[in-house]
């Protein structure tokens, strides 16, 4: 029995000596002695106090304590074909007194003041999120990913705030370059105050990354779970509900989970509709201004004639009108994000109509300007990870300002240049437009 003892207390500890939520305890006390093992971010700490550790204080021998044990509702002895590792990391604790071993399970799932997503939503997928209590994310995290080469780091950041952070991977698959990357960017960060996921993004994201971000910062735990599977890194925060995940190329950002959930086709379909979206919202005004102000001979006749009858009563240049309408879009954007939640889809809805439909009878724009601002505004929202929304909404100003110089050779410039720089980008040692369609696409 000892051997298999020895051999049991071997395995925890060497498969699972780097989560700092393996709690190993020992107690002591006159000629009694106990050693538990648990992890104490998957179990019900009050139960084990109570159950567990108080009784163990209070009887007068071994023996009165481990009749005491194996009365307990769901304790049993260890038996020889059991993992101790998967029972660990499933909620059991496991318990060596003298030549015994037991086990209980005594799993917490803590399903309290857990928020639903609010940023990334699914129609099939897992409808909650992360909450803003680190302890209760791993809790989640560990229910969802039962690996025993789940790793959990402990570190702080912020000089003055000092809040906690924890770095989690699988031992097994982790990209071993990435890690250490990211740990030398953590040691160099030199802030006194860092409070959100977004804040320490910026923090270990590089030089060259001042418009399109590097890191996906996420609320889904099923995407934390499947992307440690794919041997990243996750970085949690306490205090924010939002994770942080590292490496991070360009088809990361245009992924939903929606995608695993759909059948293949579907997914395909999706897919696709989000790169034509993207395409519509970055390159459509500049298009527009592009043809209509250097190359109306690219239109057919008749819808030639429409726009010009359409810009008839408008009394300056096309850019002038795309950069008006486009400001009040990113104005009325801004307003349905700052507004209270109750009033906030009322107001920008209904300020949007009578802007609208006021600044087309007053031949400020053209009716087909109120179409295409209103393609560009929903093409925007079909972009999964907010970061890559605000970036294309940026983008697309570029775009503009050369397409009214130079028109469509000026966007065209515009767009080698775009592409220039994201092959320049890199999310910790991995390109941003490197070969990932292969092995992201296969589901």
């Not at 104490?40 to 021998?61: A, G």
């Not at 991977?169 to 250490?180: F, G, I, P, R």
């Not at 920008?348 to 031949?363: K, N």
Request: hydrophobic share 45%; with cysteine.
């Amino acid at each position: 029995m000892n051997s298999q003892k020895d051999q049991v207390v071997s395995t925890i500890k060497n498969e699972l000596n780097g989560s700092s939520d393996l709690v190993v305890q020992q107690l002591d006390a006159k000629e009694k002695k106990c050693e538990f093992y648990y992890i104490s971010s998957i179990c019900n700490k009050k139960k084990i106090h109570d159950d567990i550790l108080t009784p163990f204080f209070e009887v007068e021998d071994m023996r009165s304590y481990k009749d005491y044990l194996l009365s307990l509702s769901g304790m049993r002895e260890f038996k020889q074909d059991d993992n101790p590792v998967d029972l660990l990391i499933r909620g059991s604790m496991i318990i060596s007194i003298e030549e015994m071993l037991l086990t209980m399970e005594i799993k917490e799932f803590v399903n309290k003041n857990i928020p639903e997503t609010t940023i990334e939503t699914t129609i099939q997928g897992p409808q909650t999120g992360f909450s803003e209590d680190l302890e209760t994310n791993l809790n989640i995290l560990r229910h969802r990913y039962h690996q025993p080469t789940l790793v959990i780091e402990d570190d702080k950041v912020g000089k003055k705030t000092q809040l906690i952070i924890n770095i989690i991977y699988d031992n097994k698959e982790v990209n071993w370059d990435v890690l250490k990357e990211f740990k030398e960017k953590l040691k160099n960060i030199d802030k006194d105050v860092v409070q959100s996921a977004g804040q320490l993004s910026r923090l270990i994201s590089g030089k060259k990354s001042i418009l399109f971000p590097t890191v996906v910062i996420s609320e889904r735990p099923d995407r934390i779970a499947y992307n440690l599977s794919k041997g990243k890194v996750i970085v949690l925060m306490e205090g924010t509900r939002f994770a942080l995940i590292l490496p991070s190329v360009f088809y990361d950002f245009m992924s939903s989970m929606d995608d695993l959930y759909q059948a293949k086709g579907i997914s395909r379909f999706l897919l696709f509709l989000r790169y034509f979206g993207l395409a519509v919202a970055l390159l459509l005004p500049a298009i527009y201004v592009g043809i209509t102000a250097f190359n109306p001979e690219l239109f057919r006749v008749q819808l030639a004639l429409s726009i010009a009858g359409s810009r008839a009563a408008v009394p300056y240049p096309a850019y002038i009108e795309v950069l008006f309408m486009l400001i009040m879009m990113e104005l009325l954007t801004e307003a349905s994000i700052r507004l209270p939640k109750a009033i906030g889809p009322t107001a920008t809805t209904v300020g949007g109509l009578i802007l609208g439909q006021a600044a087309t009878e007053a031949g400020l724009v053209s009716n087909i300007m109120i179409i295409i601002v209103s393609a560009v505004a929903i093409s925007n929202f079909v972009i999964p990870i907010n970061e890559m929304g605000f970036a294309m909404r940026v983008a697309k100003y570029f775009f503009l300002a050369m397409a009214t110089f130079t028109g469509l050779i000026g966007m065209i410039v515009a767009l080698i240049g775009l592409i220039y720089y994201l092959v320049s980008l890199n999310s910790f040692g991995q390109p941003y437009l490197g070969v990932f369609l292969k092995e992201n696409m296969k589901k």
